[in-house]
């Protein structure tokens, strides 16, 4: 089943993806194990009915050959992440990446390495504008 276009996850399902992401194909034992050390205690069948609506919705594959089901996403993270992030600018920022750039470089909760790797990417980026 291909993903929907433009698909963008809730939190709750968001856990799930970052789990099946970092962890690779899981079984729902596995998934709402990781779930339980990260939040509350969830319910395993609460668990299970969310993985098999994200299956629906194109979210999920599920590899039913062996006793216990394995799922992966079908999602990519990299996609994901970046519509996420779309969509927050747009929402948040009116669009606008500088002013993003702007709150983020505003906390005091940047490092020096992190302004140093902003200011080489932002050097590099830079770079490739003026070759073409």
Request: positive net charge.
């Amino acid at each position: 089943m291909k993903p929907k276009n433009n698909l963008l996850p809730t939190k709750t399902e968001m856990d799930v993806l970052q789990i099946l992401w970092q962890h690779g194909p899981s079984t729902v034992r596995f998934v709402h194990d990781k779930l339980n050390e990260q939040k509350e205690a969830v319910i395993y069948t609460s668990t299970l009915k969310l993985m098999q609506v994200m299956k629906e919705k194109g979210m999920l594959d599920r590899d039913e050959t062996a006793m216990k089901h394995v799922y992966s996403a079908i999602l990519k993270e990299e996609k994901v992440k970046k519509g996420m992030l779309q969509q927050f600018v747009d929402t948040i920022y009116n669009g606008s990446s500088s002013q993003v750039f702007m709150a983020l470089l505003g906390n005091d909760n940047t490092s020096d390495d992190e302004l140093e790797k902003i200011k080489t990417l932002i050097d590099q980026h830079t770079a490739s504008k003026n070759k073409k």
